[in-house]
């Protein structure tokens, strides 16, 4: 990852480059897989709302991202569809079952907002990160576009998260406890097999 793609996502630590070759080789697992990513994605923002129905700008973001998630998801299906693949059962995500390990649990509703808010941000750029090398490197163009157009839709979110975030607590609190998720993630991923035929 350059500087660039370092400074946009503040991940601080790149996919494997063989993950790419398995993805491209598996895409019929990787787009079944992409699918509930999307409908996890939803029904996470849906649950935001629902916990935190006071909070305005909350409902104000998160609400059309709602939306958007949900047309992903019927896009992954009509990619699907369109090489007549089925979607298959959802897979355990081992990876977001780690990042959940990292979520502080207990403590007040705003400490507890917050720790949702960032946990959803770094999904949404894990995501926007693998779409680009997706985008990049695959082989079929079609698929290529559909992942370029994703990752700057994604690109978006992570960043909605972390301005909402802020928009709750002081940017200091905000970005030292982000710090302390980026460096779990990095080690996380250290852990995960690069040759999982997963989006994540």
Known sequence: MDAKDKFTLGLELPTDPRWVNIAEKNIHE???????????AASSCISLIV???ERERLVEVLTPVVAEEWSH???????????????????????????????????????????????????EARSCERFRLLWKNIGDPGLAKFYYELMISEAGHYKNFLQLAKEYESEETVMNRWREFLEAEADIMKTLDARQDRMH
């Not at 990619?79 to 897979?91: A, D, F, I, S």
Request: aromatic share 6%; net charge positive; hydrophobic share 35%.
């Open 51 to 53: 916990l935190y129905p």
């Open 30 to 40: 990787i787009l079944v897989d992409h699918a509930y990513c999307e409908q996890k």
């Open 73 to 123: 998801f019927e896009r992954v299906i009509e990619e699907l569809r369109k090489r007549n693949l089925p979607l298959l059962r959802q897979r355990k995500d081992e990876y977001v079952g780690k990042l959940d390990q990292i979520v502080k649990k207990g403590g007040s509703r705003d400490q507890q907002l917050l720790e949702k808010l960032l946990l959803n941000a770094l999904i």
